[in-house]
């Protein structure tokens, strides 16, 4: 990644700060996120993607149907 200018620095450290620490499982927690929801996820329904930083940051959520 190239980085450009002061705060793109900062867009990418947040946008990596915030999976690491609400999408992200941990194995240190029992494969859960430091900040869990307070809605629980749904069981049902389609599995989307979201991704941060252009693709190199991934994470798999649930729609709710």
Not at 15 to 34: A, G, Q, T
Request: aromatic content about 10%.
């Amino acid at each position: 990644m190239v980085l450009f200018s002061e705060r793109h620095i900062r867009y990418v450290i947040q946008n990596y700060v915030d999976h690491y620490n609400l999408e992200r499982p941990h194995k240190s927690l029992d494969y859960c996120r430091p900040v869990e929801p307070d809605t629980p996820a749904p069981q049902k329904g389609k599995v989307k993607c979201r991704e941060r930083l252009g693709g190199l940051l991934k994470s798999y959520y649930r729609q709710a149907s």
